[in-house]
């Protein structure tokens, strides 16, 4: 997975990207394809805008589903850690989705016999 980070208007913290690739490289758990992830970072300088002054946009891009996550927090990382809740519950949501719950059982199965 490729993960693509853009900064607008804002400066990271010293270790968001090492934070972001470690959350993000943990989703290959489910085994949904996802080629690349878009991390988007944009900072509102309007001082009203406190407390959700840092908006974090995930998007994944690929042959797989196509997900997005926002959220707004008091800085990066918070709205980072925001956003991957968001990611992580729609790829387990396709994962899921994509499991087989076929569930066979030892008396339904035919009796193959060796001779």
Same mark, same amino acid.
Do not use: C, W, Y
């Given at each position: 997975?490729?993960?693509?980070?853009?900064?607008?208007?804002?400066?990271?913290?010293?270790?968001?990207?090492?934070? @972001?690739?470690?959350?993000?490289?943990?989703?290959?758990?489910?085994?949904?394809?996802?080629?690349? =992830?878009?991390?988007?970072?944009?900072?509102? *300088?309007?001082?009203? *805008?406190?407390?959700?002054?840092?908006?974090?946009?995930?998007?994944?891009?690929?042959?797989?589903?196509?997900?997005?996550?926002?959220?707004?927090?008091?800085?990066?990382?918070?709205?980072?850690? @925001?956003?991957?809740?968001?990611?992580?519950? *729609?790829?387990?949501?396709?994962?899921?989705?994509?499991?087989?719950?076929?569930?066979?059982?030892?008396? +339904?199965?035919?009796? =193959?016999? +060796?001779?």
């Amino acid at each position: 997975m490729k993960i693509v980070i853009h900064a607008r208007h804002a400066e990271l913290a010293a270790d968001f990207r090492e934070i @972001a690739e470690e959350k993000l490289l943990s989703m290959e758990r489910f085994s949904v394809t996802i080629e690349r =992830v878009e991390v988007e970072i944009l900072h509102e *300088q309007n001082p009203r *805008q406190g407390k959700h002054s840092h908006r974090v946009i995930l998007t994944s891009h690929g042959s797989g589903p196509l997900m997005r996550a926002e959220a707004a927090e008091f800085n990066d990382v918070a709205a980072f850690d @925001a956003a991957i809740k968001n990611f992580e519950l *729609q790829i387990r949501k396709h994962h899921e989705r994509s499991k087989s719950h076929d569930r066979k059982t030892l008396r +339904n199965m035919p009796i =193959v016999v +060796n001779e």
